[in-house]
């Protein structure tokens, strides 16, 4: 085989065996409250310092 090839046998659909009772449930992890971050920067700042940063590319 030569680079990149792959054989389409392996593509074939897999049945897994698996419980979903095992599967991780994202729903766990849910965050339900609120973030603040403050950098003690204003936004005109922000934005002057991202223009000097683009300038400098």
């Given amino acids: ?15 897994a065996d698996f419980d979903d009772d095992d599967a991780v449930q994202s729903s766990e992890n849910n965050h339900n409250g609120t973030f603040e971050f403050e950098n003690g920067a ?12 683009k300038d400098d590319s």
């Fill in 1 to 15: 085989m030569g680079f990149g090839s792959y054989d389409e046998s392996e593509q074939q659909e897999v049945d």
């Fill in 42 to 53: 204003s936004s005109d700042e922000l934005l002057d310092r991202l223009e000097e940063i």
